[in-house]
């Protein structure tokens, strides 16, 4: 997007200096030439302004669209946290269950060999 703007900026530019060349040259009063030229450059004005807007808009849509990138990588990183927490809490809980049953069992096993 960035070609594009310089490139149109670039065009907005050339065109009122073009308009301005073939008034300077155009056969007329200098008060119609006066008169072409401050119209020449309010449409150039504008077309600038325009411009302006044009920029205004496609930065803040980017930065939208940037926070919004951010917003969502930072949510979907606390998702991960949070469910890989919840995971390890869960391995850990099994871990505690088995090595309880392994010690009934080994219990049960010295109890019937003391017998």
Same mark, same amino acid.
């Given at each position: 997007?960035?070609?594009?703007?310089?490139?149109?900026?670039?065009?907005?530019?050339?065109?009122?200096?073009?308009?301005?060349?073939?008034?300077?040259?155009?056969?007329?009063?200098?008060?119609?030439?006066?008169?072409?030229?401050?119209? +020449? $450059?309010?449409?150039?004005? *504008? =077309?600038?302004?325009?411009?302006?807007?044009?920029? %205004? #808009? @496609? /930065?803040?849509?980017?930065?939208?669209?940037?926070?919004?990138?951010?917003?969502?990588?930072?949510?979907?990183?606390?998702? +991960? $946290?949070?469910?890989?927490? *919840? =995971?390890?809490?869960?391995?850990?809980?099994?871990? %505690? #269950? @088995? /090595?309880?049953?392994?010690?009934?069992?080994?219990?049960?096993?010295?109890?019937?060999?003391?017998?």
């Amino acid at each position: 997007m960035k070609g594009k703007l310089g490139r149109i900026g670039a065009l907005i530019v050339g065109a009122g200096i073009g308009a301005g060349v073939a008034l300077l040259f155009a056969p007329k009063t200098g008060k119609q030439t006066r008169r072409e030229l401050g119209r +020449s $450059a309010t449409r150039s004005l *504008d =077309r600038l302004e325009d411009l302006q807007g044009d920029i %205004r #808009k @496609y /930065m803040t849509d980017w930065v939208e669209e940037a926070s919004a990138a951010v917003a969502s990588g930072i949510q979907c990183g606390k998702d +991960s $946290a949070r469910q890989g927490g *919840d =995971r390890v809490i869960h391995v850990l809980e099994n871990a %505690r #269950k @088995y /090595m309880e049953e392994g010690k009934e069992r080994v219990q049960r096993y010295v109890q019937s060999v003391a017998s």
